[in-house]
C-alpha cells in the first residue's frame, strides 16, 4: 500500500513562492511518474505537473508553464513542486498523486494513489 503525504502549504501574497513535498512509502515509487494536481473551491481537480521516474520529461499545464517546477528525490521518495510568481488564480488545494500504468498522465483517472492535499492560499 502506498501513502502519500504532502506539505508545504499556506498562505503567500502573490508574486510569492511556496514549495511543496510529498513524501511516498513503500518501494514503488522510484519506478512510477509523479504529478501534482489542484482543486480549487466548487472546480474539478486539474492537472499541474508531472514527472517520470527518472526526471528525464517533465510535463505541465500551460497555466504554471515557466512559473512552477517539478522535481523529485528517488532516494528520499519524495516528489517536489516549486510555486513562483505566483497568482491568487492559484489558489487550491494541492494534491500530489502517483501514476498507474496506463493513460495519460494529464488526467486524473490515470492516477492510482492520492494524498490528502496541502492548501494553497494567494492573496492579492
Known amino acids: 500500500q502506498v501513502q502519500l503525504v504532502e506539505s508545504g502549504g499556506g498562505l503567500v501574497q502573490a508574486g510569492g513562492s511556496l514549495r511543496l513535498s510529498c513524501a511516498a512509502s513503500?518501494?514503488?515509487?522510484?519506478?512510477?511518474?509523479m504529478g501534482w494536481f489542484r482543486q480549487a473551491p466548487g472546480k474539478e481537480r486539474d492537472f499541474v505537473a508531472a514527472?517520470?521516474?527518472?526526471?528525464?520529461?517533465?510535463y505541465y499545464s500551460d497555466s504554471v508553464k515557466g512559473r512552477f517546477t517539478i522535481s523529485r528525490d528517488n532516494a528520499l521518495n519524495t516528489v517536489y513542486l516549486q510555486l513562483n510568481s505566483l497568482k491568487p488564480e492559484d489558489t487550491a488545494v494541492y494534491y500530489c498523486?502517483?501514476?498507474?500504468?496506463?493513460?495519460?498522465?494529464?488526467?486524473?483517472?490515470?492516477?492510482?494513489?492520492w494524498g490528502q492535499g496541502t492548501p494553497v492560499t494567494v492573496s492579492s
Open positions: 498523486a502517483m501514476y498507474g500504468t496506463l493513460g495519460d498522465r494529464r488526467e486524473v483517472a490515470a492516477y492510482d494513489y
Open positions: 513503500g518501494r514503488t515509487f522510484g519506478t512510477r511518474t
Open positions: 514527472i517520470t521516474s527518472s526526471s528525464i520529461t517533465k
